[in-house]
């Protein structure tokens, strides 16, 4: 008991709840604009591929090299390419302000992707009745592809929500805050090991906690 309390006994507790703070904040805040921007692009994607309803070969192959490309690039290099576009954005390319943008942009594709997977599972008679029946674009979208996607949508969001975590902690390399920043500036290059195993238990249980949360609502959205 004596080395444990001894090994963690350098530990700045405020520090460490501080950084989580960010990290949930950068995290969730991420997390929001990536939905609110990759639902849309996925969808467009779904529609506008090969043998759907509004085939574009064009469009679906300018969106997917996009796609492809954001996806492919190194999200550390993102980081760095970005800054003197989050600098203009937000003012600042540290802290939390300066990580949102490039986890934005980073995610986006990456979630949209996931959506268009999730939509191609749903069953292509449901889009056709829904059609017969005289529905409009947006109904069609909105009443029978998005709530038939919906499980897998919300697995979508939670594979997404742990990337996030991952891009968050790589962030504090460019000292964008949190427990990857954390890590960094006491566990890597003071060697307090202390600090890096205690930024690394509190990833884990993030992740675990998202993980477990967004199982629970993909089996709440399934079918029975």
């Given at each position: 008991m004596d080395v444990f309390l001894n090994f963690f006994a350098n530990i700045d507790w405020s520090e460490i709840w501080l950084?989580?703070?960010?990290?949930m904040i950068m995290l969730f805040g991420s997390l929001f604009f990536t939905v609110v921007l990759g639902l849309p692009l996925g969808v467009?994607?779904?529609?506008?591929?090969?043998?759907?309803?509004?085939?574009?070969k064009g469009l679906y192959a300018l969106l997917s090299l996009i796609v492809n490309i954001l996806r492919s690039l190194p999200f550390i290099i993102l980081l760095i390419v970005m800054i003197p576009f989050t600098v203009l954005i937000t003012g600042t390319s540290?802290?939390?302000?300066?990580?949102?943008?490039?986890?934005?942009?980073?995610a986006t594709p990456?979630?949209?992707?996931?959506?268009?997977?999730?939509?191609?599972?749903?069953?292509?008679?449901?889009?056709?009745?829904?059609?017969?029946?005289?529905?409009t674009t947006r109904q069609i979208i909105t009443n029978a592809l998005l709530?038939?996607?919906r499980p897998g949508i919300f697995a979508a969001i939670?594979?997404?929500a742990i990337t996030l975590v991952s891009y968050?902690?790589?962030?504090?390399?460019?000292?964008?805050?949190?427990?990857?920043?954390?890590?960094?500036?006491?566990?890597?290059?003071?060697?307090?090991?202390?600090?890096?195993?205690?930024?690394?238990?509190?990833?884990?249980?993030?992740?675990?906690?998202?993980?477990?949360?967004?199982?629970?609502?993909?089996?709440?959205?399934?079918?029975?």
């Open positions: 950084a989580t703070g960010d990290t467009l994607l779904f529609l506008t591929s090969p043998r759907q309803m509004f085939e574009q540290l802290g939390v302000a300066g990580a949102i943008p490039p986890l934005v942009v980073g990456f979630f949209a992707r996931l959506v268009e997977t999730a939509l191609r599972e749903v069953d292509r008679g449901i889009i056709e009745a829904t059609q017969s029946m005289g529905a709530p038939e996607a939670t594979v997404t968050t902690a790589m962030a504090g390399v460019v000292g964008a805050g949190g427990l990857g920043d954390l890590a960094i500036r006491f566990g890597y290059q003071r060697f307090q090991t202390d600090v890096m195993v205690v930024t690394v238990v509190m990833l884990l249980i993030l992740v675990q906690i998202l993980q477990t949360l967004g199982d629970k609502l993909v089996v709440h959205f399934s079918r029975k």
